[in-house]
């Protein structure tokens, strides 16, 4: 009986948020594709996905702790946040202001995970911060404003590592900036 209740509860949950398998996976590799820039993924020993509320939660732990990340849809693609994440609120998107400000959201991102790993800003060999207008930032499948890019060059172990860092405020939130880790820039000057 406990299980059939459960099974109930489960299939009520998930089709109450219109979550199907296919969005769990899609939040899974999303979640790991973010992940892959904050923790060290051989380390992982477990993880697991579970819809909650409006967002799919991801969850995996390390050998030193369990780091959440809270992933949904924009549009046609599924963007992931790792929770705990804070954001810097802004009045308008015009000016240097809003680049600076960008750009320092991405590197808080980014000192998390170092500090994570073990390491600190002073890793840093070069940085790079551009802006692309909200129309040239092109249709992600979610309406956001202009897209403050930071790439940066940092040395780890010996290992030259390159992370473009985009970072963004939801119009129809209060939060401030979003910032995901991404593998390519888009929109990169020549300086």
């Known amino acids: 009986m406990k299980i059939s209740l459960i099974i109930s509860v489960l299939f009520l949950s998930l089709n109450a948020w219109s979550v199907t398998g296919a969005n769990l996976i899609a939040a899974r590799d999303a979640a790991i594709e973010e992940a892959s820039?904050?923790?060290?993924?051989?380390?992982?020993?477990?993880?697991?996905?579970?819809?909650?509320?409006?967002?799919?939660?991801?969850?995996?732990?390390?050998?030193?702790?369990?780091?959440?990340?809270?992933?949904?849809?924009?549009?046609?693609?599924?963007?992931?946040?790792?929770?705990?994440?804070?954001?810097?609120?802004?009045?308008?998107?015009?000016?240097?202001?809003?680049?600076?400000e960008g750009h320092t959201a991405g590197l808080e991102k980014l000192e998390k995970t170092l500090r994570r790993r073990g390491s600190d800003l002073n890793v840093l060999k070069s940085i790079k911060v551009w802006k692309l207008s909200s129309t040239d930032s092109g249709d992600d499948g979610h309406e956001h404003g202009a897209d403050v890019w930071t790439k940066v060059n940092y040395d780890m172990s010996g290992k030259e590592?390159?992370?473009?860092?985009?970072?963004?405020?939801?119009?129809?939130?209060?939060?401030?900036?979003a910032c995901h880790y991404k593998r390519k820039g888009k929109g990169e000057p020549t300086l």
């Open 37 to 100: 820039f904050e923790i060290d993924l051989d380390t992982v020993t477990a993880f697991e996905v579970t819809p909650l509320n409006e967002e799919i939660e991801v969850s995996f732990k390390d050998e030193k702790e369990v780091h959440v990340f809270g992933c949904h849809f924009h549009g046609n693609s599924m963007a992931c946040h790792e929770e705990g994440d804070d954001h810097k609120a802004l009045k308008s998107q015009e000016g240097f202001d809003h680049i600076e």
């Open 161 to 177: 590592v390159i992370v473009f860092i985009q970072c963004h405020e939801h119009e129809e939130k209060e939060e401030g900036f």
